[in-house]
């Protein structure tokens, strides 16, 4: 009941801050519609540097298991075209 009380107390904490603050706060250049604006070119630079990052991550760990199967497969074709080696008793 004790936790039950403190979310409501938090909800209502955020309703009442929410209510006096202009509304000019809540809305960025994108949500608000100037499209033409710093801030809205600003998110989509950012926007575009996060999607590169991650492109490069998943490029190079694809990449990398690439690199593994490649290699593998050379190791496997070296062992078989190698002589079996006669083993005396």
């Given at each position: 009941m004790k936790s039950f009380?403190?979310?409501t107390k938090s909800v209502l904490a955020a309703a009442l801050v929410a209510?006096?603050?202009?509304?000019?706060?809540?809305?960025?250049?994108?949500?608000?519609?100037?499209?033409?604006?710093?801030?809205?070119?600003g998110m989509n630079w950012g926007i575009?540097?996060?999607?590169?990052?991650?492109?490069?991550?998943?490029?190079?760990?694809?990449?990398?298991?690439?690199?593994l199967i490649r290699r593998e497969t050379a190791s496997e074709v070296d062992a078989a075209t190698r002589a079996p080696t006669e083993v005396k008793i």
């Open positions: 009380r403190k979310i209510g006096f603050a202009p509304s000019s706060l809540f809305a960025c250049a994108a949500c608000y519609g100037q499209s033409d604006s710093p801030l809205a070119s575009f540097t996060l999607l590169g990052v991650i492109v490069t991550v998943l490029a190079t760990v694809a990449t990398f298991f690439i690199y």
